[in-house]
């Protein structure tokens, strides 16, 4: 009668400290990335990184190594990269990262970036790429005499599939918009940034 009266009472005990729980939310900010089954989905998933700040998305959109046969290149506009000849001459994917950070670092918690595309089309078109070309708007308050707080210029960019068969940018090619009488391309920040 004991034993049965001790089991009783440790199966009372074991089912009050097995209750569950209610699950947190995850930590860390996973921000809006959908697997870039198609290019196209490649460049919703770079604009949601800027405009969420979202480091680890934004470097999902580029070519990795480890993922990819290319290597992520880009070509900074003509003016930014002749200035910024010794930064952009050895341009790599961690580099880009690190210049995404310092601006991401920049901006109050409550201010995010906006990007803006226009007049998009797709240059080229192949089972094993293809050729986006946009102009472009990027707005970022940060509070640099030398940079202004609206960037403007035309991207392309060359979107290629991985070995998992999703899709990231292996090459980027920034340029001034022909109406542009003032450089103020995406390479300008890039290249402040990380001088």
Not at 14 to 21: F, H, N, P, Q, V
Not at 50 to 65: G, R, S
Not at 151 to 165: F, H, N, V, Y
């Amino acid at each position: 009668m004991r034993s049965l009266g001790l089991i009783l009472i440790v199966l009372t005990l074991l089912e009050g400290g097995c209750a569950t729980r209610t699950p947190e939310e995850p930590s860390g900010d996973r921000g809006t990335y959908e697997p870039p089954t198609s290019p196209l989905i490649v460049i919703d998933n770079l604009r949601n990184a800027v405009v969420e700040k979202n480091t680890q998305n934004y470097m999902l959109c580029l070519a990795d190594p480890s993922r990819s046969a290319a290597s992520f290149v880009l070509e900074p506009s003509a003016e930014v990269g002749a200035r910024y000849q010794a930064v952009f001459g050895s341009w790599s994917a961690d580099k880009e990262r690190q210049a995404f950070l310092s601006m991401t670092s920049r901006l109050p918690v409550d201010q995010r970036p906006s990007l803006l595309f226009t007049n998009t089309q797709v240059a080229f078109s192949s089972p094993d790429s293809l050729v986006w070309v946009s102009d472009y708007e990027l707005r970022v308050q940060l509070n640099i005499s030398t940079l202004p707080s609206q960037l403007t210029g035309t991207m392309a960019l060359t979107i290629m599939p991985e070995k998992s068969g999703l899709w990231s940018i292996a090459r980027w090619r920034d340029a001034k918009r022909p109406g542009d009488t003032v450089e103020s391309t995406w390479s300008l920040l890039k290249g402040q940034l990380s001088n």
